[in-house]
């Protein structure tokens, strides 16, 4: 169990090159079970979630190949096993894209689902819905969900909900359906686009990801494909707010700043400066900062997975600030983590009132869950004094090198072994 121990009071300066996208990753590693050939995949972020798919492949039979750290060989050329039933598959919640994968390829899948972190409800019944309107028979129970089809005949889906897993999922299913099928308020966020552009890549028949209509013509099969995955907009938008609560000034390189708008909108709010590059944004925070109100929302809107760390940095600036978490019902756990360091907040609901301190403090916290552990991480920084963060094992799961990202650009993160 690892645990980190963050010195306050760092001015982060510098330069930090982005990893790929975790949650494109996710998706792409178990659509390249689909083809009958060998992928490669550049840019994979070297992550714990990466690494736990990984497993699972080699487990169903088969080969993952490591060219470097972020170059990974994946061939199932010779086919592999249904059944994603182990324990490993429960780990990571991104696994229920094997149910898609597997039911494109074999008509069939049986998949052990959900693990991941924990923020309240997080059911998968759109996807469900998608499968059986593809005319599959699915049945869930004991922890496991089993798919069938005779055939998966293509056709057109209204999402009840924006959802990414599902959108992706459907997609994946439909990719060999017989026919077109169209999924309606699709999710527009930029690993769907990543998916279907790989997707693409390897011969389907993909189009409007990024809008809300995507309209999937099937195709009998697919080959591997090379494929680089897309910058991580969630972990680009945590060094840019780190270099804001930290008064820093910090080059987010190796991003593709249009998947940074609602951020950098939001930061030029609170009167931080940013100054856009075609890779890259630099984030100067050298004027007194004022809060600012956030809701979360689908893309493009602002995502719930920088909630907590925009709550960090609220809690440092001045006034009042509210934050309105409409995608999931419960991300709210790590406040009380956040108050042991200080910040003055209120939860009524889906609601939070961050009452800006000057100064937070010190103090022994938790990691409640991913990125939960990277607002921890920059109120850590900003707080006087020492911090210690336990539950870094959700942390690792989704940044790559943390604490030697953060300490390149000068602050002071050391990780013990208890
Ligand atoms: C993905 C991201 C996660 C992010 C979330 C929202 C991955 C691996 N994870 O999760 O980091 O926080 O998008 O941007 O990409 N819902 C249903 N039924 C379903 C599916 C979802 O009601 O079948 C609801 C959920 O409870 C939630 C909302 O839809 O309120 C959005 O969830 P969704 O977009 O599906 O999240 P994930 O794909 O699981």
């Not at 309107?133 to 909900?161: C, F, H, P, W």
């Not at 939001?266 to 944004?281: G, P, R, Y």
């Not at 209120?346 to 010190?362: N, S």
């Amino acid at each position: 169990m690892d645990k980190l121990i963050v010195q306050g009071r760092k001015r982060l300066v510098g330069e930090v090159s982005i990893s790929g996208a975790k949650n494109a990753a996710v998706a792409v590693i178990p659509a390249a079970i689909m083809a009958e050939g060998v992928s490669v995949l550049e840019n994979l972020p070297s992550i714990e979630d990466v690494r736990s798919l990984c497993h699972t492949i080699e487990k169903l039979g088969g080969k993952c190949t490591y060219q470097d750290q972020h170059t990974l060989q994946i061939d199932c050329g010779d086919g592999i096993d249904y059944r994603a039933t182990f324990e490993e598959v429960q780990k990571i919640r991104a696994s229920y894209y094997f149910l898609g994968a597997l039911l494109a390829r074999y008509k069939k899948a049986e998949v052990a689902l959900p693990g991941g972190c924990n923020f309240g409800v997080r059911p998968i019944d759109l996807h469900l819905k998608g499968f059986r309107a593809l005319g599959a028979t699915v049945e869930e129970g004991n922890g496991m969900v089993k798919a069938y089809a005779d055939r998966l005949v293509g056709t057109s889906i209204y999402m009840d909900q924006v959802s990414v897993g599902a959108t992706i999922n459907i997609m994946l299913a439909a990719t060999m359906a017989e026919g077109v099928t169209t999924i309606e308020n699709a999710a527009k966020e930029p690993h769907v686009v990543d998916t279907a552009n790989y997707l693409n890549m390897m011969g389907a028949n993909i189009k409007g990801a990024g809008t809300d209509v995507i309209r999937i013509r099937g195709v009998e099969k697919l080959r591997g494909a090379q494929y680089t995955i897309i910058p991580d907009q969630i972990e680009a938008g945590t060094y840019m707010i780190a270099a804001a609560i930290t008064g820093g000034d910090v080059l987010v390189k190796n991003i593709i700043p249009k998947h940074m708008d609602s951020l950098t909108a939001k930061l030029d709010e609170m009167n931080v400066t940013i100054e856009e590059h075609d890779d890259s944004i630099r984030v100067t925070a050298n004027r007194p900062l004022h809060g600012a109100n956030v809701k979360t929302m689908s893309y493009p809107g602002f995502p719930t997975d920088l909630q907590p760390q925009i709550a960090a940095l609220l809690s440092v600036c001045s006034g009042s600030s509210v934050i309105t978490e409409n995608v999931w019902e419960n991300r709210y756990q790590y406040i009380d983590e956040l108050r042991k360091l200080g910040a003055q907040v209120e939860i009524d609901g889906r609601i939070a009132r961050i009452q800006g301190v000057e100064h937070l403090h010190g103090a022994q916290v938790s990691a409640t869950d991913l990125r939960a552990g990277a607002a921890m991480i920059l109120a850590a920084l900003a707080a006087e004094g020492e911090s210690e963060i336990d539950g870094v094992k959700y942390i690792d799961r989704g940044y790559e090198n943390v604490e030697h990202k953060f300490n390149a650009l000068g602050a002071k993160i050391t990780r013990i072994q208890v």
